[in-house]
């Protein structure tokens, strides 16, 4: 993993912790909702352990936030660096302490969606997380869309979403830009190479790995049903 990747996850940990306080849900009835064991919920939270793709959608979805939620705060974030925030605080330090109420006023990451002051998101400016095993997600829209997730991802040799199938809310489009994709969707497995293109149903359990022999790049697109 790249030399940022504790500060990626120690961020994921903050926003996890910070929403599921305010949601004033315990860690054991999180991993119930979220069908994922306490200990490893707990290791999130500390940034210890990176989630998996399943992970982070079955927390979104219990913690009833979009998967958004997780990216770095400004969309002005360099692929692979952290967000900066002005003051002593980081963006997450300040979603704890408005959060906890130990401040006042509205921190950046609260103010209400407006428009961006431009519709381009450079090549070097986009919000991007790492997930566990060697994925990431760059974010390709200047602010978060409610109902809609376009990114760029990207799996490194032997990632995979998973160790299990999953399934969560909303329909999915994908193009292989660079490298293979096994994809098992319910009880069928397709092979996707390079401009092959595929769409379904979030709701049917499914697994994304990369048994190729370089690294997997695509669009990817999922629409929420609200």
């Known amino acids: 993993m790249p030399e940022t990747a504790p500060q990626h996850a120690r961020a994921i940990g903050e926003k996890l912790r910070a929403v599921r306080r305010q949601r004033k849900m315990s860690l054991r009835e999180l991993a119930i909702k979220a069908e994922i064991s306490a200990s490893m919920l707990s290791q999130i939270e500390t940034g210890k352990a990176y989630p998996s793709v399943r992970s982070i959608y079955s927390i979104a979805t219990a913690l009833a936030v979009p998967v958004d939620y997780f990216f770095p705060v400004q969309a002005t974030v360099t692929s692979g660096s952290a967000s900066d925030v002005p003051g002593n605080m980081t963006a997450s330090e300040l979603r704890d302490a408005k959060v906890n109420g130990e401040i006042d006023g509205a921190a950046p990451e609260f103010a209400p969606r407006t428009q961006a002051p431009t519709p381009v998101v ?105």
Not at 169 to 181: K, N, Q, S, T, V
Not at 188 to 193: A, G, P, Q, S
């Open 122 to 226: 450079h090549a070097n400016d986009r919000p991007t997380i790492e997930l566990k095993g060697g994925i990431t997600w760059s974010r390709l829209t200047a602010l978060a869309e409610s109902s809609a997730e376009f990114l760029e991802i990207t799996y490194a040799l032997g990632a995979t979403s998973g160790a299990q199938l999953s399934h969560h809310e909303g329909r999915e489009f994908g193009l292989i830009l660079e490298g293979e994709l096994i994809v098992e969707l319910g009880f069928e497995v397709y092979t996707l190479c390079q401009g092959d293109s595929i769409i379904f149903d979030s709701t049917t359990p499914h697994r994304m790995t990369n048994k190729g022999t370089q690294p997997m790049r695509a669009l990817w697109v999922v629409l929420s049903r609200t």
